[in-house]
């Protein structure tokens, strides 16, 4: 397997202070590195992520601000009205925000205030609150199996002396070891899972904090059956200049690693902490189910309702764009 050259000693340093006595990384402590290492890590640089422009490397919902900032605000109104909780008696958090570019800035809104939490800040939840994210859990380090010669072993990182390679190991980290036996007993030669386990543990610790009202999580995921049985070379992968990287090694720092979230892992999450009325839907459903005052206006060309309203849109419920691509899991606490 062809080795990839580490761009700097700080990167070589910081892989190798976590590597066991074999060079072995799990990928989740790779990844770690790569996206929060406080030097040089991808969400900690100041740098332009997100938008068109051909410095960035992905483009979000939250970039069509003009018309996603009135869907949520309509969505999250009518969500909240489940609870019995007033908006003006609330607080609005965006979870994840990039820096000076939260959604609702600006924004006149019923609610009592707005707040961001950007990316890896101390998260501090209580009262009535409305969370939201976007494009947040898929953000966060993952675990990598593989199946080969009749078994499961964990994948990771090896650091030589001649760079970074793709490896396996026989043990597993602690955090894989619970969801081995929900694995495919057989599965084909050389497939890969992907583990999101780090998202989940957000999740928990963000629902497991003194608060109520509405949750609301914008983001691309599949069902366990799904990242078990369709997706042979796992989810994993890397972007950098709105192009998919082949390989999630080069670079490190310089480009976003992502992977699919586990929808059932997250949904089973919120029912423990006592979240009802759960709901996964793709965004083109969740947009024309709640925030239907806005979709008709749309339609009707209402009042202020402009050509670029109508634009962003369409790209947001469109099935070949980003309307099924994405998907919005919202639930409420009383």
Same mark, same amino acid.
């Given at each position: 397997?062809?080795?990839?050259?580490? #761009?700097?000693?700080?990167?070589?340093?910081?892989?190798?202070?976590?590597?066991?006595?074999?060079?072995?990384v799990?990928?989740?402590?790779?990844?770690?590195?790569?996206?929060?290492? +406080?030097?040089?890590?991808?969400?900690?640089?100041?740098r332009?992520?997100?938008?068109?422009?051909?410095?960035?490397?992905?483009?979000?919902?939250?970039?069509? &601000?003009?018309?996603?900032?009135?869907?949520?605000?309509?969505?999250?109104?009518?969500?909240?009205g489940?609870?019995?909780?007033?908006?003006?008696?609330?607080?609005?958090?965006?979870?994840?925000?990039?820096?000076?570019?939260?959604?609702?800035?600006?924004?006149?809104?019923?609610?009592?205030?707005? &707040?961001?939490?950007?990316?890896?800040?101390?998260?501090?939840?209580?009262?009535?609150?409305?969370?939201?994210?976007?494009?947040?859990?898929?953000?966060?380090?993952?675990?990598?199996?593989?199946?080969?010669?009749?078994?499961? =072993?964990?994948?990771?990182?090896?650091?030589?002396?001649?760079?970074?390679?793709?490896?396996?190991?026989?043990?597993?980290?602690?955090?894989?070891?619970?969801?081995?036996?929900?694995?495919?007993?057989?599965a084909?030669?050389?497939?890969?899972?992907?583990? +999101?386990?780090? #998202?989940?543990?957000?999740?928990?610790?963000?629902?497991?904090?003194?608060?109520?009202?509405?949750?609301?999580?914008?983001?691309?995921g &599949?069902?366990?059956?799904?990242?078990?049985?369709?997706?042979?070379?796992?989810?994993? =992968?890397?972007?950098?200049?709105?192009?998919?990287?082949?390989?999630?090694?080069?670079?490190?720092?310089?480009q976003?690693?992502?992977?699919?979230?586990?929808?059932d892992w997250l949904?089973?999450?919120?029912?423990?902490?006592?979240?009802?009325?759960?709901?996964?839907?793709?965004?083109?459903?969740?947009?024309?189910? =709640?925030?239907?005052?806005?979709?008709?206006?749309?339609?009707?060309?209402?009042?202020?309702?402009?050509?670029e309203l109508?634009?962003?849109?369409?790209?947001?419920?469109?099935?070949?764009?980003m309307?099924? &691509?994405?998907?919005?899991?919202?639930?409420?606490?009383?």
């Amino acid at each position: 397997m062809d080795f990839t050259e580490i #761009a700097s000693a700080p990167v070589r340093q910081a892989i190798e202070d976590v590597s066991d006595a074999n060079g072995f990384v799990g990928f989740n402590h790779f990844a770690e590195i790569a996206l929060y290492h +406080p030097e040089f890590g991808y969400y900690r640089a100041d740098r332009d992520r997100v938008g068109r422009s051909q410095n960035a490397d992905f483009f979000t919902a939250s970039n069509l &601000k003009s018309s996603f900032a009135q869907i949520l605000i309509e969505a999250s109104i009518a969500i909240l009205g489940q609870t019995g909780i007033d908006p003006s008696d609330s607080t609005w958090v965006e979870i994840g925000a990039e820096p000076g570019d939260a959604l609702l800035d600006g924004a006149e809104t019923p609610f009592r205030e707005t &707040k961001a939490i950007r990316v890896g800040e101390a998260l501090s939840l209580d009262g009535p609150l409305v969370v939201f994210s976007n494009e947040l859990f898929d953000a966060q380090p993952f675990h990598s199996v593989i199946f080969t010669n009749g078994s499961w =072993r964990e994948r990771g990182v090896e650091i030589t002396p001649r760079g970074l390679r793709i490896a396996e190991r026989s043990t597993f980290s602690p955090e894989i070891e619970p969801i081995l036996e929900t694995l495919p007993n057989v599965a084909p030669e050389g497939y890969i899972v992907d583990l +999101p386990i780090a #998202a989940n543990a957000l999740l928990e610790s963000i629902a497991n904090q003194p608060w109520t009202g509405a949750f609301i999580a914008f983001d691309y995921g &599949k069902t366990w059956q799904a990242l078990c049985y369709d997706t042979p070379q796992g989810t994993g =992968r890397a972007y950098c200049n709105h192009k998919q990287s082949p390989n999630l090694l080069e670079s490190v720092g310089e480009q976003d690693l992502t992977c699919h979230i586990c929808w059932d892992w997250l949904e089973q999450s919120l029912a423990r902490a006592h979240f009802q009325s759960i709901a996964l839907e793709s965004q083109e459903s969740f947009v024309l189910k =709640r925030a239907p005052q806005f979709v008709q206006r749309a339609f009707e060309s209402g009042p202020g309702f402009t050509s670029e309203l109508k634009g962003q849109l369409r790209q947001l419920i469109h099935p070949t764009l980003m309307g099924q &691509k994405f998907q919005a899991l919202s639930g409420v606490r009383r």
